[in-house]
């Protein structure tokens, strides 16, 4: 199966931003439908943004809208998550993963597909 690797995560400050970016091992495109999700200790993983195949569809969850954008780069074999206006709460260990998809209408799903996760990245947003 392919293997989903996220980078891009660090330590900052409130308000201030990172791109955290999904790629695929093993020389192969990252494909179809793709979600973010983050996890905090304690705390259940939640979706946090997908992008559908195709037509590029996407959606967030409520607390990260108009803040973080998710993108791809079709040449780069690449899906970005850019995160602006960073707050403590997004704290997290950022994962990616292949998601559902409906077509009528047009969405992705914040749903994972399977359990497959990779390594995540870390974020720390902190003072």
């Known amino acids: 199966q392919v293997q989903l690797v996220e980078s891009g995560g660090g330590l900052v400050h409130p308000g201030e931003s990172l791109r955290l970016s999904c790629t695929a091992s093993?020389?192969?495109?990252?494909?179809?439908?793709i979600g973010w999700f983050r996890q905090a200790p304690g705390k259940e993983r939640e979706g946090v943004s997908c992008?559908?195949?195709?037509?590029?569809?996407?959606d967030y969850v409520d607390s990260v809208k108009g803040r973080f954008t998710i993108s791809r780069d079709s040449a780069k074999n690449t899906v970005y998550l850019q995160m602006d206006d960073l707050k403590p709460e997004d704290t997290a260990v950022y994962y990616c993963?292949?998601?559902?998809?409906?077509?009528?209408?047009?969405?992705?799903?914040?749903?994972?597909?399977?359990?497959?996760w990779g390594q995540g990245t870390q974020v720390t947003v902190a003072s």
């Open positions: 093993g020389s192969i495109p990252v494909h179809g439908n």
């Open positions: 993963a292949s998601v559902y998809a409906a077509s009528v209408p047009p969405k992705c799903i914040l749903r994972p597909k399977d359990n497959n």
């Open positions: 992008i559908r195949n195709g037509d590029g569809t996407t």
